[in-house]
Nanobody, 127 residues
Framework: QVQLVESGGGLVQPGGSLRLSCAAS????????IGWFRQAPGKKREGVAC????????YYEDSVKGRFTISKETAKNMVYLQMNSLKPEDTAVYYC????????????????????WGQGTQVTVSS
């Protein structure tokens, strides 16, 4: 099973930027995709972005398109989420998740499709 560790969260003003990192380790097989999810207090978890390891295919949830960019450094087993033009509604705990079978398509992410999860990192957008 993959171990995932997120970092890079923090407090930022509206309009600001943050880059989240997800370090993957400990797996006996290559993961197929890594996704970023977020959960705000009192709200359901939602899938934000996803990247497929083999071909770099990506998915973005509509509210973050044009503002967030997911990328990977396969050799380092790292996945990043660059978040620009942050809004207060982006405030949430952000989680990365991995799965050995998933392929990031044009369909919304479902956390049930991802086997391994990190502990989360808090992102707060506030003035």
């Amino acid at each position: 099973q993959v171990q995932l560790v997120e970092s890079g969260g923090g407090l930022v003003q509206p309009g600001g930027s943050l880059r989240l990192s997800c370090a993957a380790s400990g797996f006996a097989f290559d993961y197929s995709a890594i996704g970023w999810f977020r959960q705000a207090p009192g709200k359901k978890r939602e899938g934000v972005a996803c990247i497929t390891r083999s071909d770099g295919h990506t998915y973005y949830e509509d509210s973050v398109k044009g503002r967030f960019t997911i990328s990977k450094e396969t050799a380092k087993n790292m996945v990043y989420l660059q978040m620009n033009s942050l809004k207060p509604e982006d405030t949430a705990v952000y989680y990365c998740a991995a799965d050995e079978d998933y392929y990031c398509s044009d369909y919304a992410l479902d956390g049930a499709d991802f086997r391994s999860w990190g502990q989360g990192t808090q992102v707060t957008v506030s003035s």
